[in-house]
């Protein structure tokens, strides 16, 4: 169903959205038409017909005050709920999304596939599969929004935010940065393509020798900045042992636990002596400049693909 | 006592500059404010005609993209922050609370001219900054962009609005003393015209609010200028903290500028329906649950700011609930109609045009308060024109309305009735087809504070901008006529309207002390009808 003054309906989420704008639509005009009719039709029919008229006083009507203050009550929190109940569904990403990774910067969006192919300002995304973004920011806030499936989400420098959709319909639609972000945010618009899981497919194999898978890169890179020289799972190692790490909670050296998830792992590598390791000491250097928001994003997605039985991580890894 | 058989009066009391520029006077500092803040809306008029000509065409072709991204935020500060938090209280509310509760000023008259001054430091400094390059931001000063990437003048500006701030809370305090201790003997609590009410609940969020935004605007300026980290994360701050910081005075901040209005909106219905306000009690309480309730539902600018969603249905739940005493006002005022004796002189139209733009404003609010439509229009136009509803279509409503009904009183003056009845209609009728479009073109997905736009989106935004002509003129009118009339208008006399209240007892202008003695209480607000109906339920 189409809606006048509406975009598309291109994901899975679009229509249950609609539905409650629908609904908040058809109370808002209901309201509006009881007030401007009580108005007008009061307005007209006690008009002041000489001028020293004077009506009699009426207090008010406690009845009244109840009814016009429950009613809306009542109607208000039939929004809330609905509106919760799709909101917690839009938060949780299902576990089986696929990911994609985004970079915001001025003025462009960095969008890098698992596969390692990579574009900017266009998103190509298979229909019927639900997809996540992983997001950040290299310099300040943007917002990614496709109008056409309903989602919107801030991009922040030094966090991850994520943002997913499963698209329904074929076509191009529309990716704006909603968070105003300098001189060209009017330009920091793109196009998002939704194709069928085969053309899909095949799109991300175009130009494949050139494109590295985005573990690999991190493994890559792992290598260059010689993390294995400490991370390994050699006795004696100076840094912990990184295999089968991500999603387990980490003892740290002030007594407290953390998950090694996206966010410990970014912040491990920028700035490594605020949550030292039990056990270790806080010798690892600051990453910070020399690593861009995209390699952490591959690092980390290295690090997520060790499994506790890889092999002994010196640089001769070869798993992801 | 002068030809016309009137006693001296506040404004012919003296003509000197000093007289003016040292008045202690609540009434004379009124007019001081009401002269400031017309520049100012003026200029941030002029703003807002620069940027609906831009959006003419999808193309950015009048404007460079900074210079469109300086003009969106010139316009937001110098409305929000120059006109639309001082406009009703303190042009109107500085005029009438002292009158209206039979009191000869403020309670502390020289802070109320150190708040004008303070005012007149704040808005020069933020015009300085406008001088020397802009500030390109939004009204909103988003980090990190605001304390690392923004090449404007961000420090001298935000200086500026920081400055102003203390003026707010100053005159919030003066307000809260003057209800609380100057009343006249039998002015009770529930016999305070609604107007004072609004005021008192005003007031307590200026109070408690400002300081906020104060440190907030603090914290900025020291990352700005001295690199301390506390919102870029490059630092090590949170840039995600200056929001919720932000919002904390800044949603408190809507209420401030629309409950005087509402207050105002009680008096016009009162006066020209010649009834007291259906079930006045409510509608005074209203006011202090707005003013409560408002502190406890910023983080709905924030549902997709990365913040827990948790944390978003409590600010969701708490945000359906503050639109409640909104609606009580509203059904009361209609209500109030309801057997009523009523006419239909300018402020009246101001009264009906309220009513008609706040209810569109107040319901559009439910689809940001539900989180799962507010993923989709956060951000676009239809925020854009859900709030300019309420802060345009509601607080100016108000204060044109009021400021006509009060005119006669503050001037001496009748201003011409056809011409402001047809400035009026032009307001309601600019204002709608300024802003109802809108409302669509956010939910077709345009965004806000976009220079340059897809091309299906032209034909709304050109709707837009004609309505922003006519909107033009009939905000330009006013400024012509009332000017007229200062010289040619009939003079008015005691009570131009047949109303009630403290002020339509004393002369028009009043005398510098307002009152000869100070006057006895002795019956209800809006007590027009001498026996009491049988309708109380």
């Known amino acids: ?320 | 006592m002068n030809s016309s058989g009137k006693k001296t009066n506040y404004l012919n009391a003296s003509h000197t500059l000093s007289s003016w520029f040292l008045t202690v006077d609540h009434k004379r500092i009124a007019i001081l404010y009401l002269i400031t803040i017309s520049i100012f809306f003026f200029i941030g008029g002029l703003f807002a005609a620069l940027i609906r000509l831009e959006l003419l065409t999808p193309a950015g072709d009048l404007f460079k993209s900074d210079e469109y991204n300086k003009l969106f935020t010139l316009h937001g500060i110098v409305m929000i922050f120059f006109f639309l938090i001082p406009s009703v209280p303190a042009v109107l509310g500085n005029f009438l609370i002292p009158i209206m509760i039979g009191a000869k000023d403020l309670a502390f008259p020289r802070i109320n001219l150190l708040s004008w001054y303070i005012y007149v430091i704040g808005a020069t400094l933020a015009t300085l900054a406008i001088m020397v390059g802009g500030v390109d931001t939004g009204w909103t000063f988003y980090t990190p962009y605001s304390t690392v990437y923004s090449n404007g003048a961000v420090a001298l500006t935000i200086v500026g609005a920081f400055i102003t701030g203390f003026s707010s809370i100053l005159t919030g305090l003066n307000f809260l003393v003057t209800i609380h201790k100057m009343r006249a003997p039998g002015m009770t609590w529930f016999r305070l015209p609604l107007f004072v009410w609004a005021h008192y609940a005003t007031s307590l969020i200026m109070v408690l609010a400002t300081p906020v935004l104060a440190s907030a605007l603090f914290l900025l300026f020291l990352e700005r200028v001295f690199h301390i980290g506390i919102f870029n994360p490059a630092l090590g701050g949170d840039p995600v903290l200056f929001q919720h910081l932000f919002w904390f005075y800044s949603h408190p901040a809507v209420y401030i500028m629309i409950l005087p209005s509402m207050g105002v909106m009680s008096e016009l219905f009162a006066a020209f329906s010649r009834k007291r306000i259906f079930g006045y009690e409510f509608v005074a309480c209203s006011s202090l649950a707005i003013a409560i309730l408002g502190f406890f539902v910023w983080g709905h600018h924030m549902f997709v700011s990365g913040q827990s969603m948790y944390a978003g249905m409590v600010f969701s739940v708490l945000s359906f609930l503050v639109a409640i005493p909104s609606a009580v006002k509203a059904f009361n005022w209609s209500a109030t109609l309801y057997k009523g004796s009523i006419s239909y002189e300018t402020p009246m139209l101001y009264a009906f045009g309220f009513i008609g733009l706040f209810t569109i404003g107040g319901l559009t609010g439910l689809f940001l308060s539900t989180m799962a439509v507010d993923v989709h229009v956060h951000d676009t136009y239809f925020v854009v024109a859900h709030f300019h509803y309420i802060m345009v279509g509601g607080v100016l409503m108000g204060y044109l309305g009021g400021l006509h009904y009060w005119w006669p009183k503050i001037t001496g003056r009748l201003y011409p009735e056809a011409w402001a009845k047809l400035s009026a209609l032009l307001v309601f009728v600019g204002f709608n087809l300024t802003f109802f479009p809108q409302f669509l073109l956010g939910y077709m997905g345009m965004p806000r504070r976009y220079h340059m736009y897809p091309e299906e989106f032209q034909v709304l935004n050109v709707c837009s901008s004609l309505g922003a002509s006519v909107l033009g003129i009939g905000y330009f009118l006013p400024l012509v006529y009332f000017l007229w009339s200062l010289k040619f208008g009939k003079e008015s006399p005691a009570n131009p309207w047949g109303a009630k209240g403290l002020e339509w007892e004393i002369q028009s202008p009043p005398t510098t002390h307002n009152f000869d003695e100070i006057p006895v209480v002795t019956e209800e607000a809006y007590a027009y009808a001498k026996e009491d109906g049988k309708h109380h339920g």
């Open chain 1, 1 to 320: 169903m189409k809606i006048p003054f509406s975009p598309e309906q291109a994901s899975t989420i679009a229509g249950s959205i609609d539905a409650i704008y629908l609904y908040i639509v058809a109370v808002t005009i209901f309201f509006t038409a009881l007030i401007y009719g009580l108005v007008a039709v009061f307005a007209v029919q006690y008009r002041r017909k000489s001028p020293d008229e004077v009506p009699g006083a009426i207090h008010g009507h406690n009845g009244l005050e109840i009814t016009w203050t429950v009613i809306p009550l009542i109607i208000s929190m039939t929004m809330f709920i609905w509106g919760t109940v799709v909101f917690f569904h839009y938060a949780r990403p299902p576990k089986d999304a696929q990911e994609i990774f985004v970079v915001g910067k001025q003025w462009m969006w960095k969008i890098q596939h698992p596969s390692g192919k990579r574009e900017i300002n266009e998103l190509h995304v298979p229909i019927n599969k639900p997809v996540r973004l992983k997001m950040t920011s290299e310099d300040v806030l943007h917002s990614f929004y496709i109008p056409a499936f309903r989602v919107k989400m801030d991009v922040i420098p030094g966090r991850y935010s994520s943002l997913w959709f499963e698209a329904t319909r074929l076509g191009s639609y529309h990716l704006f940065c909603t968070e105003y972000c300098g001189t060209q945010h009017s330009g920091m618009i793109g196009k998002v393509h939704v194709l069928s899981q085969e053309d899909y497919q095949k799109w991300l194999e175009t130009g494949s020798a050139a494109n590295t898978p985005v573990p690999v890169s991190g493994q890559e890179l792992f290598k260059t900045l010689n993390c294995a020289t400490c991370h390994n799972s050699g006795s004696g190692a100076l840094g912990p042992n990184l295999n089968g790490i991500y999603g387990k909670p980490v003892q740290l050296a002030d007594g407290s636990t953390v998950t090694a998830d996206d966010k410990y792992i970014r912040r491990s590598i920028l700035k490594p002596a605020d949550q030292v390791v039990a056990g270790y000491a806080a010798l690892m250097p600051s990453y910070q400049g020399q690593v861009n928001e995209e390699q952490i994003m591959q690092l980390i997605e290295y690090i997520k693909g060790l499994k506790e039985t890889s092999a002994p991580a010196p640089a001769s890894a070869t798993e992801v």
